[in-house]
């Protein structure tokens, strides 16, 4: 699905599982990625979550094709070159497969090479950029699920689903109340 309200053209979009007005996505997910959206009517907020100069983390969990050795996970950490600019460092761990459901559209599996998953954060959000990364230092991303935004987990909230943030979660992101929601997607 797309995570905007119009412009799907055929393809789902949030307004068909969302029926909030008002509240906009902070930030994106491709149509190939899936898990954690905020979704807010605090424009400051969005602002402040998504413009590069506040370095605010974002974290996901990358199914790649490969078992990625320490050099390539150093290499994501320190930062790779992608569209001729420079990514900022990360965190690059290499975790054991999560928990997860299963996709509705399944991912690509060759069964002559392994898959594996790191933990990624970033702080920053430049268009695909997990998946130009992992490509950079040879690693092509078959899954990819944002799992943190921030404190803000994705939790066990299921795919398609949305809940309003508790107030203990509102006070990690902002001081000044507003309609904040988290959805899966």
């Known amino acids: 699905m797309l995570t905007q309200f119009s412009g799907g053209e055929g393809r789902h979009t949030l307004k068909d599982y969302i029926d909030i007005p008002g509240v906009y996505p902070v930030g994106r997910l491709d149509r190939d990625s899936e898990g954690l959206l905020l979704l807010t009517d605090d424009g400051a907020l969005a602002h402040r979550l998504t413009d590069p100069r506040f370095a605010h983390p974002r974290t996901y969990w990358v199914q790649v094709e490969g078992t990625p050795d320490g050099e390539a996970l150093g ?3 320190a930062g790779v070159e992608i569209q001729g600019i420079r990514t900022r460092p990360a965190t690059a761990v290499a975790i054991a497969e999560p928990d997860l459901p299963e ?3 399944p991912i690509r599996v060759r069964k002559s090479i392994p898959a594996s998953w790191i933990a990624l954060t ?3 959000g430049r268009n695909r950029q997990v998946r130009r990364m992992t490509a950079a230092v040879g690693y092509a991303t078959l ?4 799992v943190a935004i921030g404190a803000l987990t994705l939790g066990d909230l299921a795919p398609g689903r949305w809940r309003y943030l508790g107030e203990r979660e509102l006070r990690l992101i902002t001081s000044k109340p507003g309609r904040s929601h988290i959805g899966r997607f």
């Open 103 to 105: 996709r509705p559209v």
């Open 75 to 77: 290499r994501l950490a």
């Open 143 to 146: 899954r990819l699920v944002r």
């Open 122 to 124: 970033l702080t920053e």
